[in-house]
Nanobody, 121 residues
Framework: VQLQASGGGLVQAGGSLRLSCTAS????????IGWFRQAPGKERERVSS????????YYANSAEGRFTISSDNAKNTVFLQMTNLEPEDTAVYYC???????????????WGQGTLVTVSS
């Protein structure tokens, strides 16, 4: 399994960015895929995820109402649309996946490379 992430960058506070993660190698649809992030000096935290099979979603409190996760199943790609970004959203965002029937990634079995999101004030 490989996860290929893209879409980070520099944006001003209040702006938007869209992250993408394309998965390859899965032989089942029973997995959750989504995003974690790690800010400087902080622990990695869950952001959002979606179950590939039934489309149920999960959002961390920090993402609820501002971020939207969606998937293009034909392209095996998941998108994280981030709006109203705040400096506190600055972090390296990692795509991750876990074989599960749920929407929450509890213990990622697969990681993509990180993509840096920087939100300036």
């Amino acid at each position: 399994v490989q996860l290929q992430a893209s879409g980070g960058g520099l944006v001003q506070a209040g702006g938007s960015l869209r992250l993408s993660c394309t998965a390859s190698g899965f032989t089942t649809n029973n997995y959750a895929i989504g995003w974690f992030r790690q800010a400087p000096g902080k622990e990695r935290e869950r952001v959002s995820s979606i179950n590939r099979s039934h489309g149920s979603t999960y959002y961390a409190n920090s993402a609820e109402g501002r971020f939207t996760i969606s998937s293009d199943n034909a392209k095996n790609t998941v998108f994280l649309q981030m709006t109203n970004l705040e400096p506190e959203d600055t972090a390296v965002y990692y795509c991750a996946a876990e074989l599960t029937r749920g929407a929450v990634i509890l213990q990622p079995g697969y990681w993509g490379q990180g993509t840096l999101v920087t939100v300036s004030s």
